[in-house]
């Protein structure tokens, strides 16, 4: 298991980035969270096996391809703190 936090800049709130994320993860059955940050960006934890959070990756790039600049990824241990994924709202 591993564990993905993701930084998503450019034109990413406002576009329903964090439903498309939540759709997305759920579908692959990944687990974490996803919300806007006050300076614009969209943070997301993920944790689940490797290859699915790679798909998410390529998902969401696909989708909202047009709203990223940039992702900063950092690859962790999972914590399996997680049961779900969830949009966070502050």
């Known amino acids: 298991m591993k564990r993905a936090h993701i930084l998503y800049n450019g034109q990413v709130q ?10 997305i ?6 687990n974490g969270w996803v919300k806007n940050l006050t300076d614009g960006q969209v943070e997301v934890v993920l944790e689940g096996e490797e290859e699915g959070i790679k798909t998410f990756l390529n998902n969401v790039r696909n ?16 914590s399996g703190k997680f049961k779900t994924f ?3 709202f502050r």
Do not use: C, N, Y
């Not at 406002?14 to 759709?23: D, I, K, L, S």
């Not at 993860?25 to 990944?30: G, I, N």
């Open 86 to 88: 969830e949009i966070r």
């Open 63 to 78: 989708v909202m391809r047009v709203h990223i600049q940039k992702e900063d990824i950092q690859w962790e241990s999972a």
């Open 25 to 30: 993860a759920l579908d692959l059955r990944l």
């Open 14 to 23: 406002g576009v329903g980035f964090r439903f498309t994320a939540e759709r």
